[in-house]
């Protein structure tokens, strides 16, 4: 009925709360799918639809699904079709901030040189890739010798 009406964010509404009643992360995928595609295709907000799996992968990296993987392909594809390249490499650069406050230090790093390659590979921006990866180089340092330049008391991380 939402949908013959066209009644595009009620649909969204009733995916958020079959997403909130899933119990299993391939219905949680489902929902996820499904309201990601009302943004692209209906209310033409390619970023709600980005955000929306941006939620997934969050959500289902804490599991052991490979749904995680197909929900960050589709942010992939996302950031190809409407170019959200910055976008996707603000996402890796968040990550990679959070990781390494939670010291997750490689995968911080991977994740920071991910958000680098988008930036010099997708949006031709040599200069602030280089910017990113300086940071890589912060990063070590405050690991390595603690925020204030001291010795880190077990060693680098």
Same mark, same amino acid.
């Given at each position: /009925? =939402?949908?013959?009406? @066209?009644?595009?964010?009620?649909?969204?509404?009733?995916?958020?709360?079959?997403?909130?009643?899933?119990? =299993?992360?391939?219905?949680?995928?489902?929902?996820?799918?499904?309201?990601?595609?009302?943004?692209?295709?209906?209310?033409?907000?390619?970023?709600?639809?980005?955000?929306?799996?941006?939620?997934?992968?969050? #959500?289902?990296?804490?599991?052991?699904?490979? !749904?995680?993987?197909?929900?960050?392909?589709?942010?992939?594809? !996302?950031? $190809?079709?409407?170019? #959200?390249?910055?976008? !996707?490499?603000?996402? %890796? /650069?968040?990550?990679?901030? &959070?990781?390494?406050?939670?010291?997750?230090?490689? =995968?911080?790093?991977?994740? #920071?040189?991910?958000?680098?390659?988008?930036? =010099?590979?997708? @949006?031709? $921006?040599? +200069?602030?890739?280089?910017?990113?990866?300086?940071?890589?180089?912060? %990063?070590?340092?405050?690991? &390595?010798?603690? +925020? #204030?330049? $001291?010795?880190?008391?077990?060693? +680098?991380?």
């Amino acid at each position: /009925l =939402a949908e013959q009406h @066209q009644l595009w964010t009620a649909m969204v509404a009733v995916h958020e709360a079959q997403l909130a009643a899933s119990t =299993a992360d391939i219905g949680r995928f489902e929902a996820f799918a499904a309201i990601a595609g009302v943004h692209e295709e209906k209310l033409a907000s390619p970023r709600d639809a980005f955000e929306t799996w941006r939620r997934a992968w969050r #959500l289902l990296r804490r599991g052991k699904s490979t !749904l995680a993987e197909e929900a960050l392909d589709a942010l992939r594809r !996302l950031a $190809d079709k409407h170019n #959200l390249w910055h976008v !996707l490499a603000e996402h %890796y /650069l968040e990550l990679s901030d &959070e990781w390494i406050r939670e010291g997750e230090r490689e =995968a911080g790093l991977e994740a #920071l040189v991910e958000a680098a390659e988008l930036v =010099a590979d997708r @949006q031709s $921006d040599l +200069p602030g890739a280089l910017r990113l990866l300086a940071r890589a180089a912060e %990063y070590d340092i405050i690991v &390595e010798r603690g +925020p #204030l330049g $001291d010795a880190h008391p077990d060693g +680098p991380k």
